[in-house]
């Protein structure tokens, strides 16, 4: 299965929620989306919550999160 172009369904914008990823067309943040379905929410939940989204709108979010994460170093921290 190919994964979902995110490009066509997300923006970042300076003047949009002050830059943060968003999915295109609103002022939904993709955090808002990855923590949502992290904090347990089913996608049909999120879709309900939020009605301009889409489903592949929620998939787009996951492919731009694994994306970003592919290119971030991350370092532990300490305890």
């Known amino acids: 299965m190919a994964r979902i ?6 923006i970042v914008e300076h003047d949009l ?6 999915i295109r067309g609103t002022r939904i943040p ?3 989306i990855v923590g949502s379905l992290a904090d347990g ?15 592949p709108d929620i998939q787009a979010a996951l492919a731009y999160a694994a994306e970003v994460l592919r290119s971030e170093m991350l370092a532990p921290l300490s305890a």
């Open 17 to 22: 929620h002050h830059g943060e990823s968003c």
């Open 41 to 55: 929410m089913r996608e049909n939940e999120i879709l309900a919550e939020y009605p301009q989204l889409t489903r």
């Open 30 to 32: 993709v955090s808002i």
């Open 5 to 10: 172009r995110w490009q066509d369904h997300i």
